[in-house]
């Protein structure tokens, strides 16, 4: 399975950016697909998640202000950002999991100055 994210590029505090993940394969509407990010010298972490019957997580620092959906007619998952801050800037990965294993994205930067 090949994950392929874009989207990702700077823009100012308040602005917005949407995120896109692409996966080849077949397996991807019986997957859980989610977005981390990973800011210079702090561990990767969870921003959301979907799973394959649609329900939701986030982190609670992105709550109200991030949305991921997913689309199985394309493979593909979205992560829409609002309301972006300083700290939001990271790379962004998106992975893929079932229950036998997982993927990750080679990543996207997003950078937001203030």
């Known amino acids: 399975v090949d994950l392929v994210e874009s989207g990702g590029g700077l823009v100012q505090a308040g602005g917005s950016l949407r995120l896109s993940c692409v996966a080849s394969g077949s397996i991807f509407s019986i997957s859980t697909v989610g977005w981390y990010r990973q800011a210079p010298g702090k561990q990767r972490e969870l921003v959301a998640l979907?799973?394959?019957?649609?329900?939701?997580n986030y982190a609670d620092s992105v709550k109200g202000r991030f949305t991921i959906s997913r689309d199985n007619t394309k493979n593909t998952v979205y992560l829409q950002m609002t309301s972006l801050k300083p700290e939001d800037t990271a790379v962004y990965y998106c992975k893929l999991d079932t229950i036998l294993n997982y993927y990750w994205g080679q990543g996207t930067q997003v950078t937001v100055s203030s």
């Open positions: 979907i799973t394959r019957g649609g329900t939701t």
